[in-house]
């Protein structure tokens, strides 16, 4: 009896660190998992202002014209034949790919349209133009 009473006595030197190990592995796994996604390649483009616009539609290619002209896919810049093959090759895995088109404001109309539809051209059906919006839109009466 004494010697079940010591042992209930001793303090405990040592800890279990299984669980907290599993803890951190979950938090890693889901860290992993996230940064992905809210990790992206930008660049500064001056984009039109709307009052009433609406949510961003979220596709699968994203293509942005900077103020030169430049055209940038999914974050890397690309010449118009490589856009071509690109689109086309996204087009023939999903063919419901969908636009999301990013221009400078001071970028001309028609290169604009052009770009549409060198995209249109490879089976792109569905466009959403970006926009900034703008902070305080007053409601009409």
Known sequence: ?????????????????????DIVLVLLIIFMV?????????MEVDLPRA???GETVQGLISVVM???GRIFLD???VGE??????VKEAVSTQPQTRAIVSADQSVSYGRLIHLIDTMKGQG???FALNIEKEAAAQPQR
Request: hydrophobic share 40%.
């Open 66 to 68: 900077d103020k030169e």
């Open 1 to 21: 009896m004494a010697v079940a009473s010591q042992e209930a006595d001793d303090e405990i030197t040592t800890i279990n660190v299984t669980p907290l190990v």
């Open 81 to 86: 034949a490589e856009l071509v093959r690109k």
């Open 51 to 53: 009052a009433n616009a």
């Open 124 to 126: 792109v059906n569905q």
């Open 34 to 42: 996230t940064a992905t996604f809210i990790v992206r390649e930008t």
């Open 75 to 77: 974050g890397s810049e």
